[in-house]
């Protein structure tokens, strides 16, 4: 670092945050290269990772990522994806109690034949996704189908009701939502991957007694 190597007592104190941004996984700080701890980075216990020293908003940091992608939080991981906005289940909810009342907007009105167990799985944006139903929903699945303790139909759509009134919003209004947020992890898998492209080239940096 300009010709300096930086004592391993100050490395030791910089605080850890990630590099990129928690939505989509954009760059958000300006990368100086990777330091090994011989400590850490040597430990056959340890899964591979690198440790990145970056600067963002004149602090430095350091962030500790791991080399593979198979060992990515699990929304950055190829395959299915569960939403982390709450727009996946009010969706379905929505889904579930207007088909309930004679609607078709969705799955051609045979939405309670998708979720068998509580989940509908579909494909969003090119995207497996889970959408799991609330308990008010399950609830109303179990007593169209008069699952042994189902509640009274009457009962269960009364209480699904109130939960969809108080979100305030139809299938239509949250199916965007839903779009905007598999469209954002879609995007923040390209970038992680380029992410790790970008810190495999790094230099890597040397500390001081």
């Known amino acids: 670092m300009n010709g300096k190597r930086m004592p391993k007592g100050i490395y030791s104190q910089l605080p850890q945050r990630s590099l990129l941004a928690d939505s989509d996984c954009e760059v958000v700080g300006r990368p100086w290269g990777r330091v090994v701890d011989p400590k850490c980075c040597h430990d056959a216990r340890r899964k591979p990772h690198w440790h990145v020293l970056f600067e963002h ?3 430095l940091f350091v962030w500790v990522v791991f080399k593979k992608r198979a060992d990515a939080p699990w929304h950055l991981q190829d395959g299915g994806y569960e939403p982390r906005s709450k727009a996946g289940t009010a969706f379905v909810d929505a889904c579930l109690l207007e088909t309930h009342l004679g609607a078709a907007d969705f799955f051609q009105g045979k939405v309670f034949s998708l979720v068998p167990e509580g989940e509908l799985v579909t494909r969003i944006e090119d995207v497996k996704v889970y959408l799991t139903c609330s308990n008010e929903a399950n609830r109303l699945r179990s007593a169209r189908e008069r699952w042994p303790g189902h509640p009274s139909l009457e009962d269960a759509e009364k209480e699904l009701r ?6 305030g919003k139809g299938a239509r209004e949250w199916y965007p939502e839903l779009v905007a947020d598999v469209k954002q992890v879609k ?21 001081g007694a």
């Open 162 to 167: 109130a939960l969809y009134e108080k979100r």
């Open 57 to 59: 908003e004149g602090e």
């Open 187 to 207: 995007q923040a898998r390209a970038n992680y991957v380029a992410a790790l492209e970008m810190v495999a080239g790094l230099p890597q940096l040397f500390l």
